[in-house]
């Protein structure tokens, strides 16, 4: 009898209708994270105590949805494919949460703002999740070229940095000037119906141009228990994982703090720290087609053990600034190395992804990358540590009880803490092996090995 003959490949996705998929999946989760607390403890009058009690839900249930939501995408079957689908549903949902969580009435207070504060932020949380763990699996399923998934991951991270600096400053302006005062909440509301509305149109533009390879959804439903049980047994996920969140956290706490660095440690009015901020984040966007050849001549790995010395050498460079000016410099070096950061480290993950697909006969990239996210989790634990040992060494507790020396204070939180996480990235990044690039054909799904021992995939070994 003759055999069926193969399904084509699908067509390639250029990349930046891939990439700009990112602007849409970033602007609603900044908005949130940028706005929260000025909406709702400072404007609306919610407690510090029960905002935090919300926070500690969330990030459990954040925890545990992220796998759940990847699982089931990995699960998916469909003539529509195993993301666009979740793409589709996520989109909507997460624009009309986002909506309603700066919609909350001004009259409510008490239990009543708590509730309507907890379900919004949980909600949003949720479909932010489902969203990232799609649109990331779709990464390396549309690019299996080294070359290619590079330049369209640079792509999607300056989508993310535009995203980045419309939260930082042009969403204050819409919702305390354009569209509402500084004590009003009916700005927030409009320029949350307005980012929606583009998140939307944008995720909903990318999904539908996304041409995922429907010989990756052509295997069994893999199981969540042994699945997760396969990837924790992985020694690439717990050394890629952790060193990769020292990078991770290290930016965690320069979003955080950078506004109180400029204030304490520069002397300068806060306002200021959107030209620092304006400078890493120009100096990241323009770095990134520098690095992505870099990535093409040298490799991933090389360029990623590059990138995270020259991030830990801005942090020290920051540390010795004295003004504005000193710490724009410092600032250059900083959004380089963010830049070669932004640029590499989505593509070590994606090599660990690829060698799992090789090594399993499965493509469960939305379940692997959101067990990564768990250590995105460790961010929050982080700032928490790093603001409280500066109650305990420097005496800085608030704003009203700043101690005795607030600006050195913060020197240690903005660049000595940062600077020790990444050069013990740096350092780690040294010894770490990731498979080699997978040839595309390799890539493609094929049947099941018999049982028995599975050869581990060949890796590329420190030069």
Same mark, same amino acid.
């Given at each position: ?42 404007i609306? +009058?919610?407690?510090?105590r ?19 939501? +990847? ?40 239990l ?11 909600l ?84 539908l ?8 959804a ?11 049980w ?40 806060? #306002? ?11 100096v ?38 004295? +003004? ?32 799992? #697909? ?92 018999p ?6 995939? #060949? ?5």
């Open positions: 009898m003759s055999q069926p003959a193969p399904a084509a490949a699908p067509a390639r996705t250029p990349a930046w209708r891939y990439a700009v998929g990112m602007f849409g999946t970033s602007i609603p989760i900044n908005m949130i994270k940028g706005s929260t607390i000025l909406f709702y403890v400072d609306l +009058g919610l407690d510090v029960a905002y935090g009690a919300v926070m500690v839900i969330y990030a459990i249930i954040d925890a545990i949805d992220n796998p759940v939501l +990847g699982h089931l995408s990995d699960r998916t079957r469909s003539r529509f494919g195993r993301r666009r689908p979740w793409l589709l549903v996520g989109a909507p949902m997460l624009a009309a949460c986002m909506i309603g969580f700066f919609s909350a009435p001004a009259s409510l207070d008490g009543g703002l708590l509730l309507w504060f907890a379900v919004f932020a949980i949003c949380e949720a479909f932010d999740s489902m969203l990232n763990a799609n649109y990331g699996a779709l990464l390396p399923e549309l690019y299996p070229r080294e070359r290619d998934r590079a330049v369209a991951n640079a792509l999607r991270q300056g989508f993310q940095l535009v995203a980045l600096v419309i939260s930082l400053a042009v969403t204050p302006l819409l919702t305390t000037e354009v569209f509402g005062t500084e004590r009003s909440t009916q700005g927030f509301q409009i320029t949350a119906i307005i980012y929606g509305v583009i998140a939307f149109a944008v995720i909903a533009f990318m999904a141009s996304a041409r995922e390879n429907p010989r990756y052509t295997r069994e439903r893999p199981l969540l228990l042994p699945s997760l396969s990837i924790v047994r992985n020694r690439m996920f717990w050394t890629v994982g952790l060193t990769g969140a020292c990078y991770g956290m290290a930016m965690a706490l320069v979003l955080a703090g950078i506004q109180l660095y400029v204030r304490y440690s520069l002397g300068l009015h806060v #306002a200021n720290a959107l030209y620092l901020q304006g400078i890493v984040i120009l990241s966007a323009a770095g990134l087609a520098v690095w992505t050849r870099v990535v093409a001549r040298r490799g991933a790995l090389w360029t990623w053990r590059l990138a995270f010395a020259v991030l830990a050498a801005g942090f020290a460079a920051l540390f010795f600034a004295t +003004g504005l000016g000193t710490a724009i410099a410092a600032g250059v070096l900083l959004g380089a190395g963010w830049s070669g950061m932004l640029a590499t480290n989505d593509l070590i993950v994606a090599r660990v992804l690829d060698a799992d #697909a090789a090594r399993n006969g499965e493509h469960r990239e939305g379940l692997f990358l959101s067990a990564f996210g768990f250590f995105t989790r460790l961010n929050g634990v982080v700032i928490g540590l790093a603001l409280t040992s500066l109650g305990v060494f420097f005496g800085y507790n608030s704003g009203t009880d700043p101690g005795g020396d607030p600006g050195l204070a913060f020197r240690m939180y903005l660049c000595v803490y940062p600077f020790v996480l990444t050069t013990i990235g740096a350092v780690a990044a040294r010894f770490i092996s990731v498979p080699i690039e997978t040839p595309p054909d390799a890539a493609e799904p094929v049947e099941p090995p049982p028995g021992p599975v050869d581990a995939p #060949a890796a590329e070994r420190p030069r």
